[in-house]
T-cell receptor, first 108, second 118 residues
Framework: RKEVEQDPGPFNVPEGATVAFNCTYS??????FFWYRQDCRKEPKLLMS???SGNEDGRFTAQLNRASQYISLLIRDSKLSDSATYLC?????????FGTGTRLLVSP | NAGVTQTPKFRVLKTGQSMTLLCAQD?????MYWYRQDPGMGLRLIHY???????AKGEVPDGYNVSRLKKQNFLLGLESAAPSQTSVYFC?????????????????FGPGTRLTVL
C-alpha cells in the first residue's frame, strides 16, 4: 500500500463547477499536510497547507480528517487556469511523501 | 530572491557518461533535497541534506551521489549514466524537516532538469 494515495483522475469539469479531491495517508503519526499544484512540465508549487481545523484560501478549502486519515481539497467556481495536477503531500517520519497527483481539466 | 535554481535545464547523455546537476537556494534553508519524477510514479526522494557537510540516502539513492559543501548549494552526480536514469530531476529546500511550526517543513522547488540517457 502506498503511503499517500490519490485518485489519478482526470477530473473533467466545466468552468464554474465545484470539484473535490480526496487523499488518504497511512502514517497515523503524520503532523503536517499540504496540497501542491503542478502544471505540465513545471515544478510543484505549494497551494496550501492543511490544518487540523480546516482552512480556506479564496476558492480553495482544505480539510483534514485524522480519524479516517484523509485530506480533502475543494475547489469552488473552477477556472480554466485551475487545470493542473494536484499533489497531496504528507510529512511522514520527517520526510515529505508525495502522492502521484490528481489531474484536473477545466473546460469552457 | 531567486528562490531555488537548477542547472542545467536540459541534458542528453550517452550511457556511461557522467554529469553533475547543480541546485542553489538563496533562502538560507538548512534542508535540501533531490527528487526524480517519472510518469505514474510521483516524486521519489533520491538524497537529502540536513545541513552543510551532511547528506543522507532517500528512497532511490542507487546510481547517484551528492555533496553539500556550501549551505546554499546541493550537487547531484551521476557517475555512469544509465537509460533508467532518464527522468525529470527536481531540487527542493526547506527551513526544517519537522512540523515544528506552521510552514517550517514546506518545500520549495527548483524548475527541474530534464535528463535523457540514450
Amino acid at each position: 500500500r502506498k503511503e499517500v494515495e490519490q485518485d489519478p483522475g482526470p477530473f473533467n469539469v466545466p468552468e464554474g463547477a465545484t470539484v473535490a479531491f480526496n487523499c488518504t495517508y497511512s502514517n497515523s503519526a503524520s503532523q503536517s499536510f499540504f496540497w501542491y499544484r503542478q502544471d505540465c512540465r513545471k515544478e510543484p508549487k505549494l497551494l496550501m497547507s492543511v490544518y487540523s481545523s480546516g482552512n480556506e484560501d479564496g476558492r480553495f478549502t482544505a480539510q483534514l480528517n485524522r480519524a479516517s486519515q484523509y485530506i480533502s481539497l475543494l475547489i469552488r467556481d473552477s477556472k480554466l487556469s485551475d487545470s493542473a495536477t494536484y499533489l497531496c503531500v504528507v510529512n511522514s517520519f520527517q520526510k515529505l511523501v508525495f502522492g502521484t497527483g490528481t489531474r484536473l481539466l477545466v473546460s469552457p | 530572491n531567486a528562490g531555488v535554481t537548477q542547472t542545467p535545464k536540459f541534458r542528453v547523455l550517452k550511457t556511461g557518461q557522467s554529469m553533475t546537476l547543480l541546485c542553489a537556494q538563496d533562502m538560507n534553508h538548512e534542508y535540501m533535497y533531490w527528487y526524480r519524477q517519472d510518469p505514474g510514479m510521483g516524486l521519489r526522494l533520491i538524497h537529502y541534506s540536513v545541513g552543510e557537510g551532511t547528506t543522507a540516502k532517500g528512497e532511490v539513492p542507487d546510481g547517484y551521489n551528492v555533496s553539500r559543501l556550501k549551505k546554499q548549494n546541493f550537487l547531484l552526480g551521476l557517475e555512469s549514466a544509465a537509460p533508467s536514469q532518464t527522468s525529470v530531476y527536481f531540487c527542493a529546500s526547506s527551513y526544517s524537516s519537522a512540523s515544528v511550526g506552521r510552514g517550517a517543513d514546506t518545500q520549495y522547488f527548483g524548475p527541474g532538469t530534464r535528463l535523457t540517457v540514450l
